[in-house]
């Protein structure tokens, strides 16, 4: 159940009985060849299937975070920290005003952390505001799978390559991962990455992603049950 699909009159009805609310945290960027909303698609499957099972509301995806560090790749739209951490507040705050007290956030990018350290700020304002956050392709869950099947994950590789990120042919072959010299611009960052794969296989089997998705599911739905 999204948002989208509700008027303001339904909402109210909704926090008569229920003040938990799904919010997916994302970017735009480079994703070689995957979609780049990547890093919003796959949270928002998470938090779509999550909502069936549990029916909490999924509100509409925040689809710009912080990747100033792939600029150089056309198609990569970035906030600045200050930016982002400003309008997490300000939506957090809005959604408690109505009565939402109970909040999952989605984090779908890793560049969007410093959100997170403002978000403890604004739990210790709001005493009666749960937060939680889950940074899914981090979680023990996920972790488990790779290691199962002998895969390590990273940016742009086969954790991400779902059937409904993939917008490009995928190669068959598994890149040698590149030599990260340190903090890099971004014409540097373009010039380590090339493709924008951190390295790797490009792709797993449809069983593998299949198991990947229902253990971040999993997590989610136990998130969702808050104290």
């Given at each position: 159940m999204r948002l989208e699909d509700l008027n303001?009159?339904?909402?109210?009805?909704?926090?008569?009985?229920?003040?938990?609310?799904?919010?997916?945290?994302?970017?735009?960027?480079?994703?070689?060849?995957?979609?780049l909303l990547t890093d919003?698609?796959?949270?928002?499957?998470?938090?779509?299937?999550?909502?069936q099972s549990s029916g909490v509301l999924v509100a509409p995806p925040l689809n710009f975070g912080c990747s100033p560090y792939f600029l150089a790749y056309p198609?990569?739209?970035?906030?600045?920290v200050s930016t982002?951490?400003?309008?997490?507040?300000?939506?957090?705050?809005s959604v408690h005003q109505a009565g939402f007290h109970r909040i999952l956030v989605l984090n779908g990018h890793g560049g969007n952390s410093p959100a997170r350290t403002q978000l403890t700020?604004?739990?210790?304002?709001?005493?009666?505001?749960?937060?939680?956050?889950?940074?899914?392709?981090?979680s023990h869950s996920v972790?488990?799978?790779?290691?199962?099947?002998?895969?390590?994950?990273?940016?742009?590789?086969?954790?991400?390559?779902?059937?409904?990120?993939t917008v490009g042919e995928l190669p068959d072959t598994p890149k040698i991962p590149p030599r990260v010299p340190g903090i890099m611009n971004a014409k540097t960052a373009?010039?380590?990455?090339?493709?924008?794969?951190?390295?790797?296989?490009?792709?797993?089997?449809e069983e593998i992603m299949h198991e990947l998705f229902s253990a971040s599911?999993?997590?989610?739905l136990q998130l969702l049950k808050f104290e």
């Open positions: 303001w009159m339904d909402v109210e009805e909704y926090l008569k009985q229920e003040d938990r609310l799904m919010f997916v945290l994302g970017a735009t960027e480079q994703h070689a060849y995957l979609s919003v698609r796959i949270p928002m499957a998470f938090a779509d299937a999550a909502s198609g990569t739209i970035s906030l600045r982002l951490i400003a309008a997490m507040e300000d939506i957090v705050r700020e604004v739990a210790n304002s709001l005493p009666d505001l749960q937060l939680r956050w889950y940074d899914w392709w981090l972790e488990a799978v790779g290691i199962k099947h002998g895969i390590k994950p990273t940016h742009a590789n086969w954790l991400e390559a779902f059937p409904f990120t373009r010039e380590v990455y090339g493709d924008g794969s951190f390295g790797g296989p490009y792709s797993a089997s599911l999993q997590d989610i």
